[in-house]
């Protein structure tokens, strides 16, 4: 926060010709925000069921999940009907109030950490915007299916100009779809007991046909889609905190392929992923017909005919 400190002072004044109310102005503050994904921007109810924190505290794929997050509304005292308007038209009396009573009743729901420090831009009048949904935003944007990915990446940097609200929203849009798409893909794996734990790690398929599976052939998509299953797992497998975790879905070139990506465990925070080196041993071992074109190296493509293989040899070198 303190080597960003400068750049956001840089930012703020060169808006300061600029009137507060002018949709031109923007104002970079450090604020305390919720882990709430796109809450400004959808319903507080929705976005509690759709962000991960909170739907893998409460284990919203049960009933019994569903039924707390109903007791904390009540203990709020947000009335369910003001939970499902959309933010911005919630009343006043609610809206201004809700990030203090989620703080309150936090503990007594285990969400100690559901507050957070972070950046939070103003664009005149118009609604503010946290890191965190301008980078889902941007995700969103740049991994968009129905566009090429030069047109995709020019729209992904279009949204950061404050000038093109427009394609900004669109991006929040998108990446509502892409966290809805995900928490469905997520309740079905577990309750078709689709994850499988073979000792020194943790993985899954999404397999051909399965609900949304041809979105999940971008990288950055199905490595939230890895961390979110990964965090919904272990919130019932508690012991397994300290294995990495590894998904794999069909590319959509149609020539046979899948996408293979690798998650630290959730005891690791550091953030170093040794896949990258685990991923070219295993699959040189078998000689497998893979590719590692991706910038991040926990990320690999593979023939769907040696994936499993691959595994095998994968779980051969880690148990060395």
């Known amino acids: 926060m303190h080597t960003l400190q400068p750049h956001v002072l840089r930012l703020n004044k060169s808006n300061d010709d600029a009137p507060p109310s002018s949709i031109n102005s923007m104002r970079i503050v450090f604020d305390t925000e919720m882990r709430l994904f796109q809450y400004r921007f959808w319903t507080i109810y929705d976005s509690l069921c759709n962000s991960e924190y909170t739907a893998c505290r409460f284990k919203l794929w049960t009933n019994k999940g569903h039924t707390r997050l109903l007791e904390l509304l009540a203990d709020m005292g947000l009335p369910l009907v003001q939970s499902k308007q959309k933010f ?37 009048y118009k609604s503010k915007m946290c890191a965190a949904d301008m980078m889902m935003c941007c995700s969103a944007l740049i991994e968009r299916q129905d566009v090429s990915h030069s047109e995709s990446f020019l729209e992904a940097l279009e949204a950061l100009s404050k000038n093109n609200l427009q394609r ?33 790690f943790i993985y899954a398929y999404v397999e051909e046909g399965m609900l949304h599976s041809k979105g999940f052939s971008k990288p950055m998509l199905l490595c939230k889609l890895a961390r979110f299953l990964r965090e919904a797992w272990l919130s019932m497998n508690k012991r397994a905190r300290g294995l990495p975790f590894i998904l794999s879905a069909p590319l959509e070139d149609s020539q046979g392929n899948c996408i293979v990506v690798g998650v630290p465990p959730h005891s690791d925070d550091t953030r170093k992923s040794e896949f990258a080196r685990a991923f070219l041993h295993a699959s040189d071992r078998i000689q497998a017909r893979a590719s590692f074109d991706h910038f991040d190296g926990s990320v690999m493509t593979i023939s769907t005919e040696d994936r499993g293989r691959f595994f095998d040899a994968l779980t051969a070198l880690s148990a060395v």
């Open 168 to 200: 900004l929203h669109l991006g929040v849009e998108l990446s509502k779809q892409q966290q809805m798409a995900i928490v469905a893909q997520v309740k079905n794996f577990i309750d078709l007991h689709q994850v499988v734990c073979t000792g020194p």
């Open 88 to 124: 911005a038209s919630m009343e006043v009396q609610y809206r201004e109030k809700v990030k203090e009573w989620i703080d309150h009743t936090s503990k007594k729901y285990s969400l100690d950490d559901i507050m957070y420090n972070t950046f939070v831009a103003q664009y005149g």
